[in-house]
């Protein structure tokens, strides 16, 4: 993480140095500031603008000193829970590290307990799932690598889980570990599953794939108690498809799985291209928060149009030899024109399946106007502690 720790007095600063020493012995890239007249190098501008600066560009931000002036520093800043760093505050003899701004996404709470290991302070944690030791649909997310839409219903959830609620589960994927206490296994249209029944679940994916039985990943039964036929009305569902809504109010939870293989005419303008992209993640139902990577053939690493859609979507973009796009499994759209040019007989599908590491193809190419897609899905399970 990128952390930036700020102190206001002699002691705060042997405090706040610690904390920089042993921070940095376990990765984390740690600025120091201090804001006192009897301080040397002390920052000269206000700590409201000190913090603007670190609100937008760091992890997590540490006050050593009082509440109150971390809590006037931060409000002009604060935004959501999706974006506003972790912000913690110590009290300059390193007694108490209180966890006081996004605490879960932001990993608020977590870094508070790695301080308060190395201070051996008392971590102050107050967000309630964590008190109760409950489920947190945004811990979760976070621990998985993935995105949530619709975080009013999160809050939703977690009220529920707390007032000892069932709260539906779906997931497109298999997962390993237990289903948490509170948690209810359904099937895609929100209905509860057995774990008795050993009733089969249509897969997600489309025509073809294979079905899930309702066993997790380690062919342990799901725990969790069957509350009937009658639809859950709210719940989770792990998923990558846009209509994918099982419960009446849902969170959908989405992992960075997909690849989007592209191929071009030369110098095709990147407006055209990101129509294109756009438009094949429409076709597919997916969310563009499930693209990990682009991926096309090495002759297009150059490629202006390719290059500014990864920038603008902020995703790696890979490319492969002709070679080796050759060399991938699977029934694929072939063209004897591209292949006379680049050496694969398609581009957008064996690229898209190479970047999802060799995964299976879910939308076969389709072109127009110079530019051509497909959308491959890596393997993923979801992970229960």
Known sequence: MKLSIICFSLTGLETASRLKTELEKQGHRVL?????????????EPVSKWTESRFSSDDGILFVGACGIAVRSIAPYVASKKSDPAVLVIDECGKFVISLLSGH?????????????????QAVVTTATDLHERFAVDVFSKKNGCDIVNMTAAKEISAAVLAGENVGFYSEFPWTGKLPKGLILCDKEGKPVSPDDKKRILSPYGQGMEKQETVNSTGEALSGECVGEQA???GIAVTVHESCRPFLSTVQVIPKVVTLGMGCRKNKDPEGIEKAADSCLIQGDIFPQAVENLASISIKKHEPGLLALAENKKIPFLTFEGEELMKVQGDFTPSAFVK?????DNVCERSAVLGAAKGKLIK??????????????????????
């Open 32 to 44: 120091l500031a201090s804001k006192s007249k009897y301080l040397k190098d002390s920052i000269k």
């Open 340 to 344: 006379s040019v680049t050496g694969a």
């Open 105 to 121: 996404l932001g990993g608020a709470n977590e870094l508070a307990l790695t301080a308060s290991e190395i201070l051996k302070a």
């Open 364 to 385: 076969r190419k389709s072109g127009g106007d110079g530019v051509t897609t497909a959308l491959a899905l890596r393997e993923w399970e979801v992970h229960f502690e």
């Open 232 to 234: 859950v009305k709210l």
